[in-house]
């Protein structure tokens, strides 16, 4: 199990290869292929899981190899309790994905399975680099996959959200690039030790000032452009909206979350005074992204747009739970991660479904579905009450545990975001209200039909993951704690150890 | 006593890989005017090997010498390593070129051996500018290459666009000879040598004050700004890369361009040295201008040859920012850069030159709508190229430009590398909207059709390869580059 890691990340592009073998007319064999190669991928990945110990904050499954030597760039891999949950979040959630465009995508399948499985190695690469170098490979790769999914198979105006999408990331990560450089020569220039190699650099006492504050704009700027914090959301709704159902779950899903996983990963141990000091502002944004996302959510007239608004609100939990740098609040944020990539996925889903069916995604042409199709109501129910974070559904746990944190550390954070929560509870369920309830009004929706068997094999594993984080969440902060325990540790170790240097000097 | 004749021992071994060329220059002369005379193909595929051959005997040299240098002609020729780095991409360069134009060039109708020939003379010239260790060579190898050039590039006589692009090419490097020629002739006036390590002595030994030098650099820099197209002196390469055969587009962008920069990298390297200017501001502000006029340019074409010319003109950009940082790092960053780009280049234009639509060639934006349907595969290799000219990875383009930005950070020109990155993200627009019109548009009108061609298949194939390859696996080559700038930072 030396390469586990790689497989996992790789595997996936094994299986593109696969399938660009195949003739087009064999259609049905590719979509088999996909699926296949995508679960093979999921199986693969579950030793994660149960050979992760899930005492120990080190990283786990480490593979290194030097890759340009004259650089300090090695091939470094591994996982810890903050990744690992996203790779296997990532890894569980492609087969769904694939199952749910087995016929919503209608043209250029092959394209779309080659697309899909790179785009998952890609993710899962960015998950598990441990090198600066190869993180950045993987970030900006990962880009033109998603690109491509959100221009080829979106809606009406997808070109334009593309494009806009790529944008907005290409220009973030780019300043993030020349920082990891600065960053690079200036611990090669104080350590004659060049590498990109994360634990070392996370290891290395930067010191404050301007430099460290520069640094952590540019890295914050390029994760806040991903989450996406207010006020950089704007690609947000846009590429939502025009993406088809499987690019709105993966980006909701997953590469949302690369942004949240940035700033625990690369923001908090590489740039502590900066994180430490800038924490009030990131609370600021954050609050506003959390009532802002909300309240723009409650006046949607699109189900699609009324999520993809709703996720800037959720992640503002994420990243709020983040910088309180408390152990509840960050692994509350671990898994609000995970849970609002359930949730939230199985929104994008269960709209996708019915848009499959009436081509159209206004609440105003919905009502009373309830009685048409009760199965997929019950379950739209579920699944938005998980998203408004009702006790003993996953989403309550994470913005719970978030609450406490920032409680901790700041109470009038603390208190606008709960009114957050509020305010989720008003749009979604105003909105299910509106969709579900009451008398059928169009004459279109009474020949709907309900689940069909595929639609529940895509639905009841986020089912069951719903339920079981809500009711024993224990299953997984167990794995997250030690990490984080160990990486706040570590940010105020390194915190001190600047300011007792500024001290002396 | 009569003074006996003395035949001076010719050390011919410093020239090899050009000799080479030469050969076969020679050979597919003769070839040209035996029979078949009405196909072509074959003198195609003898300048191929040849090239070929070049390189081989080029990679050779690279082991055989070492780290060390062959001096021939009283140091007017120098073969080292940082010579035959150059020699390797300009052997890709050309390689890539004969390959992509031999069915074009029938396909336009103008099939001629003198196409091949001018070729191979035109890649000799570039050779000995890499090559050259007295500006009197620099010369005779800019001219060898440029008037080849101006030739090719009007090649297609039936069109009105190639004798205006053939034209203006041949005037503006007429101009930019004269300016070099001044200078050269100012340095001499200030040194007494035109050879570079010799004027390196006369400047350490106090004639580096003297403003006739200062003048003289100034003109010779000119001369080398008109080269490499870069801001203010680019306004002829939109025209003529516009006007020229697709082919030879792909060879003004990438050899010539390589040339260029050796000769300049090798002046400004040695001869400059200690010279009390402070050239590399200078050299700053030119990359920050080059880049983003460059780039703001091209986001207004329609045109896909003109948009490639003012992309060029950025990377000549990224290129001076190397420059700028100087050291091992900055210069070497600057060679593996094209080599990478020349790569990535010529396989762009190269997918051009595959597709006609209506006869002509499809170098409207428009008539790449729909292409991905049509042509997957030759619009997967289109996007690669484009997508290693933003500088996506694992692309050749992104460790280039890792390595450019990578530099001008450690010498702490981060301002510059800043301007770089914002510089790519404005060009990524303008690359990915042609990746729109392949993907995500649907064709109009007559359909775009892919030109049958062995030889353009295999050239595409090499420089998918090269981009490929220096984008997963860049460390070998680059410290090639890296090893063949060091001498001359001594």
């Not at chain 1, 697309?115 to 993987?138: C, K, N, P, Q, R």
């Amino acid at each position: 199990m030396a390469y586990l890691l790689t497989l996992v990340t790789f595997l996936p592009a094994v299986g593109a290869v696969l399938v660009l073998a195949l003739p087009r007319r064999q259609e049905h064999v590719t979509k088999l292929v996909t699926l296949g190669a995508t679960l093979v991928a999921f199986v693969v990945s579950l030793p994660l899981y149960f050979r992760f110990d899930p005492t120990s904050a080190d990283y786990q499954f480490v593979e290194q190899k030097a890759w340009i030597p004259s650089l300090g760039v090695t091939y470094h891999l591994g996982v810890d309790g903050i990744s690992v949950l996203l790779v296997l979040l990532t890894t569980f959630l492609m087969p769904l994905v694939i199952l749910s465009s087995w016929t919503s995508i209608e043209s250029r399948w092959k394209e779309f399975a080659v697309t899909m499985l790179l785009l998952e190695a890609g993710m899962i690469g960015v998950f598990v680099s441990l090198d600066l170098f190869l993180f950045y490979v993987f970030w900006e790769a990962m880009l033109i996959p998603m690109y491509l999914i959100i221009g080829i198979w979106g809606g009406h105006n997808r070109v334009y959200a593309a494009i806009k999408f790529i944008l907005y990331t290409l220009a973030g990560s780019l300043l993030m690039l020349v920082a990891i450089l600065v960053l690079y020569f200036h611990h090669g220039a104080a350590t004659s030790v060049y590498t990109f190699d994360l634990p070392v650099l996370a290891r290395y006492v930067l010191p404050g000032g301007r430099m460290q504050d520069l640094l952590f704009f540019a890295f914050t700027l390029a994760f806040a452009i991903k989450v996406p914090m207010f006020p950089f959301h704007t690609w947000l709704p846009d590429a939502h909206v025009e993406a088809p159902t499987a690019g709105s779950v993966i980006l909701a899903g997953v590469l949302l979350k690369m942004g949240t996983y940035g700033f625990l990963r690369f923001c908090l141990p590489l740039f502590p005074d900066a994180s430490l000091h800038y924490a009030p502002w990131m609370f600021a944004l954050s609050v506003i992204g959390i009532l802002y996302g909300a309240w723009v959510s409650t006046v949607q007239p699109d189900i699609k747009k009324l999520v993809a608004y709703s996720s800037v609100s959720h992640l503002g939990f994420v990243v709020l739970g983040l910088f309180t740098l408390t152990a509840q609040g960050m692994v509350g944020g671990l898994i609000q991660m995970v849970s609002h990539g359930l949730s939230t996925g199985a929104l994008f889903l269960m709209v996708g479904m019915i848009y499959e069916r009436r081509h159209t995604r206004l609440i105003a042409d919905f009502g009373g579905l309830w009685k048409v199709i009760p199965a997929f109501s019950v379950i739209f129910l579920v699944v938005c009450l998980s998203s408004v974070g009702l006790p003993g559904l996953n989403g309550f746990v994470g913005e719970f545990l978030i609450l406490l944190g920032a409680f901790q550390v700041d109470r009038l954070s603390a208190v606008l975001a709960t009114a957050g929560i509020i305010f989720a509870a008003v749009y979604l369920l105003w909105m299910y209200q509106r969709v579900c309830f009451g008398e059928v009004t169009h004459e279109a929706n009474r020949r709907l039909t309900d689940l069909t068997p595929r639609e529940w094999a895509v639905l009841l594993p986020v089912l069951l993951f719903i339920f079981w984080i809500g009711v024993y969440p224990t299953t997984f902060t167990a794995m997250t704690e030690p990490s984080v325990q160990a990486l706040i540790a570590q940010v105020q170790s390194k915190a001190q150890a600047t300011v007792a240097a500024m001290v002396t000097r | 006593m009569n003074p006996a004749l003395v035949l001076p021992v010719v050390d011919l071994r410093p020239l090899l890989p050009m000799l080479v060329l030469a050969a076969t220059a020679a050979i597919v002369i003769v070839l040209d005017l035996l029979p078949p005379r009405e196909r072509k193909d074959h003198l195609g595929f003898v300048s191929a090997l040849g090239v070929v051959l070049t390189l081989i005997m080029t990679y050779w040299m690279t082991f055989s010498i070492g780290g060390g240098e062959l001096r021939g002609f009283r140091g007017m020729v120098v073969l080292d390593p940082y010579a035959l780095f150059f020699n390797i991409v300009i052997g890709y360069a050309t390689g890539l070129v004969i390959l992509l134009s031999m069915d074009y060039i029938r396909r336009e109708g103008q099939e001629a051996g003198e196409f091949y020939i001018l070729i191979l003379l035109s890649s000799l010239g570039m050779m000995l500018m890499a090559s050259a260790g007295d500006l009197i060579i620099v010369f005779l190898g800019l001219e060898t290459m440029s008037i080849a050039l101006y030739v090719l590039t009007g090649f297609f006589r039936h069109r009105l666009e190639a004798g205006e692009a053939s034209m203006k090419y041949f005037l503006m490097g007429a101009f930019a000879s004269g300016f070099f020629l001044y200078g050269i002739a100012l340095i001499f006036g200030a040194t007494g040598t035109t050879n570079l390590d010799r004027i390196a002595n006369a400047v350490a030994a106090g004639a580096g004050r003297d403003p006739m030098l200062a003048i003289g650099f100034g003109l010779l820099l000119v001369g080398f700004g008109f080269k490499i197209s870069s801001v203010p002196f680019h306004m002829w390469a939109p025209d003529a890369y516009e006007g020229a055969p697709t082919s030879i587009t792909a060879f003004i962008a990438t050899g010539s361009k390589a040339a260029a920069f050796a000769s300049l990298l090798r002046v400004l390297l040695t001869a400059l040295r200690g010279v009390p200017l402070d050239w590399p501001m200078l050299v700053w502000g030119l990359a920050a201008i080059t880049m983003t006029v460059g780039n703001v340019v091209a986001l207004a074409q329609q045109n896909l040859k003109r948009m490639l010319a003012y992309s060029s003109i950025a990377h000549v950009g990224y290129m001076l920012v190397g420059v700028v940082a100087g050291g091992s790092l900055g210069n070497g960053s600057v060679l593996f850069y094209l080599l990478a780009y020349t790569f990535t280049t010529a396989g762009a234009f190269g997918a051009i030159l595959l597709l006609e639509r209506d006869g002509r060639e499809a170098v409207q934006l428009a008539d790449y709508g729909g292409l991905a349907t049509r042509h997957p595969v030759l619009a997967v290799a289109l996007s690669v190229f484009l997508l290693s000219l933003i500088g996506i990875p694992p692309t050749a383009g992104f460790v280039g430009k890792f390595y450019l930005f990578g530099a001008a950070v450690k010498s702490g020109y981060v301002w510059l590398a800043v301007i770089g990155v914002l510089n790519s993200a404005v060009a990524a627009y303008y690359y990915l909207r042609l990746i729109v019109f392949m993907y995500m548009r649907e064709p109009e009108g007559a359909p775009t059709v892919m030109a049958p061609s062995f030889s353009g298949a295999l050239a595409l194939a090499v420089a998918l390869w090269g981009v490929v390859q220096l984008g997963v696996a860049p460390g070998p080559l680059f410290d090639l580059a890296q090893a063949a700038v060091i001498p001359l930072l001594r």
